[in-house]
DNA sequence: GCCAACGTTGGC
DNA sequence: GCCAACGTTGGC
């Protein structure tokens, strides 16, 4: 039996595009517009229905992660690079080779706090986590089981 | 295949 | 709004 490297992730979001309350809201939304080939290998060959992900505000006042949410669906292409009239529209991508995928990803619940960038960057046992590591702009990235359970001990 | 130019991300 | 970091594109 063979263990899958990880089982949890962090996704970025920009809350004045979509934040976490949007997701308590909408309750699942396919996640779409990556438009990064690592991003998209992660969603694509990483993640499995029953992630858990952590739901991470980015570029805001108070960039940290604000949630948590839940992998709901297998990776299929994202429709929104067929479309001409959507920002993320892909005219090298195909519906019989396409290029761009997503997964669905489901509310599971906001955190008590926002457990901020700023805390994360001064845990000396996340040094080496990809998130803050400079220069790091993923938007899917995965965390170590070992970090996931260190950071949800902070809230 | 190199690498300069360009575009994007995202903290600040 | 600035700009460092980094990914992508395209000329050669």
């Known amino acids: ?38 991003a998209r290998n992660f969603m694509r060959d990483g993640m499995r229905k029953g992630d858990k992900v952590f739901f991470y505000h980015s570029n805001c006042a108070e960039p940290g992660i604000a949630g948590i949410a839940e992998v709901a669906s297998e990776a299929y292409p994202d429709p929104s690079q067929f479309d001409p009239k959507s920002k993320y529209f892909d005219s090298a991508s195909s ?13 599971v619940r906001k955190l008590k706090r926002v457990i901020t960038l ?26 170590d089981a070992q970090d996931w359970n260190f950071i949800l001990a902070l809230e």
């Open 95 to 107: 519906r019989d080779k396409p290029r761009w995928m997503l997964v669905d990803v489901k509310y």
């Open 118 to 143: 700023d805390e994360l960057k001064n845990q000396p046992a996340l040094a080496d986590m990809a998130l803050v590591r400079k220069g790091n702009r993923l938007s899917v990235m995965p965390v």
């Open 1 to 38: 039996m063979s263990e899958r490297p990880y089982s949890h992730w962090l996704m970025k979001s920009e809350p004045d595009t979509f934040s976490i309350d949007d997701l308590r809201q909408r309750k699942r939304e396919p996640w779409d517009g990556v438009r990064n080939y690592q």
